[in-house]
Structure formats: C-alpha cells, structure tokens
C-alpha cells in the first residue's frame, strides 16, 4: 500500500487502505457531519468558522481556522463556508478538548531542521495523538517510516512528498494519508511547510506509575512513585 493524496476534503474510511484498525476519517467543505456516539473524535478546522456541536450537555462551539478539537461520543461539526478533517477512534475513550489556533512554530526538535508541536497530547502512553510539524524553507528530510498510519493535513506553504513511487507537490488544503511502514520524506524549497498530523497510537505518555501527581507527591522525602505499597491498586473500570 502507498501514500494516498487527495486535493480536496472527502468522506473516506480508512479500512479501504486495508489498514488492520477500525479507524475512520471524513471530511467537511461548506457542510456537516454527523460524528457517531462511539469513540473518540480528533478533528482540525482548516478553513471557516464552523460549529462544534456536543450533544452531551446541547453545547455548541464557534471555531476558528487552525483550531483543533478532541470530542467523546456523539456530536457534530461543519458549516457554511468552512472545512476541516476528523479522525474517529471508535475504541478509544478520551477527553472533550479545544484548542488553537495553531502556532506558527514548533516547541520541540524534530529531524532535519523541522520542529513539531503536540496538539493533543495522548493521555496515557499508548494513545492516539495530535501533531504540528513545520519544514522551514531548505528542508530535505531524512527518508523514513513510521509503525502507524499518518492523516496529515497541509495548512500552509509548500513543499513535496517523495517516495519509492515518486515526487507529489504539496499545496495547502491537500489530505495525506501514509500507509504504516510506509517509506517517505519531506521537502521545501523557497517555502516553509506547516501540516497537522494525526497519529493513532504513542509510545509517550503518563503511566500509572509516572505523572506528576504521583511522582510529586512526597512521603517523609521520599517521592510516591518510589513507594509502590501506597500507591493505588485497583481502579474504577472504564471504557479506554
């Protein structure tokens, strides 16, 4: 399987691609969606100002481009005169987020000159995440691959995708979807290049035994994390 493109915001399924993981992703461009009351929604305005609308409580959201949002369960997302992209985890329960916009470089080093930005984080280590990567102009990545799919979205700028099969040009509002495994790279030229990017799994995150309420929580000196005789055994069940 190799990288798909598409120019335009579309309803796609993801198991078409013959990825082995219930995943979905649709598009909006001047419409709504409908999202599904199972799972967990990732989604990214590109363009417009859309509503978000959470059916737990009657809420409605007004969104702005380059806002970014994480919705459990049941709602919708679109409008006139807007677009964006959602990914829907339907196994994963997480959390209601908004955030954005997007800021215009990233916080923490990549590869090859690029820096990225966590967007949404996963909440626990193993859960699905939110990204921005930005190219700056000159940038001629290391080929690489990654164990998971990639849905990218580019937001600004320019640049191209090369693989095995060859060189696609990247212009704003165009859907990338890399195949895990996938090898591929990135490159600008004159332009710098900002995506947002959907990763459905992590090998980062708070643990049971390591985050910051545990691990700064201090006994005679002595921190938590260290003291596994207090620390909590049994948790309430929940939908993960």
């Known amino acids: 399987m190799t990288l798909q493109i598409y120019q335009n915001l579309i309803h796609g399924k993801l198991a078409k691609f013959n990825e082995q993981v219930p995943d979905c992703f649709m598009g909006w461009n001047g419409d709504s969606i409908q999202l599904p009351d199972t799972g967990t929604h990732f989604g990214f305005v590109y363009s417009g100002h859309p509503i978000l609308q959470r059916w737990t ?43 954005g916009e997007i800021e215009s470089i990233g916080r923490l080093s990549y590869i090859d000159g690029g820096t990225d930005n966590v967007l949404i984080p996963p909440i626990m280590s193993g859960d699905p995440c939110l990204n921005a990567l930005y190219f700056p102009p000159g940038v001629d990545q290391t080929i690489h691959t990654h164990p998971s799919y990639r849905l990218i979205i580019v937001v600004e700028g320019s640049g191209e995708c ?29 332009d710098n290049l900002t995506v947002v990017c959907f990763h459905p799994d992590s090998d980062t995150g708070f643990t049971h035994t390591n985050h910051p309420m545990l691990k700064r929580t201090m006994v005679a000196g002595i921190s938590a994390a260290n003291l596994p005789e207090i620390q909590t055994k049994s948790l309430i069940n929940r939908e993960r």
């Open 57 to 99: 409580g009657l809420q409605d959201y007004k969104l702005h481009p380059g806002m970014y949002f994480s919705l459990s369960g049941a709602g919708a997302v679109g409008g006139e005169n807007s677009s964006g992209f959602v990914v829907t985890c339907p196994t994963f329960k997480g959390v209601f987020m908004i955030g």
């Open 162 to 190: 090369e693989t095995p099969d060859g060189i696609t040009p990247l212009q704003p509002g165009m859907i990338i979807f890399i195949p895990a495994n996938n090898l591929h790279k990135f490159r600008t030229q004159a």
